[in-house]
């Protein structure tokens, strides 16, 4: 039976591939401290459906490349809407300023 891992897209840059982050929770035999494994996998999306943040099934099939040995098998859950702020919103102090720390020195400069 072909390995099933449940993870989130944490990139999405290459055409038709993904990359999927599965974190796993694991405890030390002797000292029962609780740690994070993070593992990335390559998988092929043939329709470019997934999107950064997606929650994913990814199975395992044959070598597709030297590094993606996955396809997509489903979105479990779609990842939120991401607020990108338009440049025309902004106030004039923030858009001066160069760095978010030079927007206090310009706003005092304005006075």
Known sequence: MAKMIYGI???KKT???IVVTEHVR???PLYRKQ????K???AHDENNE???GDKVVIVETRPLSARKHFKLDRITEKAGVKHVENEADMPEVLKKAEKPAEA????EEDK
Not at 104 to 107: D, G, H, K
């Open 40 to 42: 990335r996998f390559m």
């Open 104 to 107: 206090a020195e310009v706003a």
């Open 9 to 11: 897209v944490s990139s």
């Open 35 to 38: 740690y994070t494994v993070t």
């Open 50 to 52: 997934a999107q950064e």
């Open 15 to 17: 055409d038709k591939t």
């Open 26 to 28: 694991l405890t030390h």
